[in-house]
């Protein structure tokens, strides 16, 4: 039997200073793959960068507010940027699927 379990979803909204030094620059990729692992966990269902790379805005699917800053203080960029948090009471989606045809 599977444990239902209620989880919280959060809005965290992320700056970026304004320039970007050289040690922020080497640190993107590691970013990227964490971003990625949550993703794949099902810790974060929505990520979201500003077209003009100032900002991002993530929703965090997490047991608690407890849980939310562990995972954004295991972000590579977290020290390096300017962060805050809300808790959702909805979250509306729609995901587009691509139809695929045996024809």
Not at 15 to 38: F, G, H
Not at 61 to 75: G, K, R
Request: glycine share 0%; with cysteine; aromatic share 14%.
């Amino acid at each position: 039997m599977s444990e239902d379990k209620e989880f919280i979803r959060f809005m965290a909204v992320f700056t970026l200073p304004e320039s970007l030094s050289d040690e922020v620059r080497s640190i993107i990729p590691e970013q990227r793959e964490m971003i990625k692992q949550y993703l794949y966990s099902g810790k974060i269902i929505h990520f979201a960068l500003a077209k003009d790379r100032k900002r991002f805005w993530i929703v965090f699917s997490c047991s608690s507010e407890a849980e939310l800053l562990f995972l954004i203080d295991h972000l590579p960029l977290t020290k390096y940027l300017d962060f805050d948090y809300h808790e959702l009471l909805f979250l509306e989606m729609i995901a587009l699927n691509p139809t695929f045809s045996v024809n």
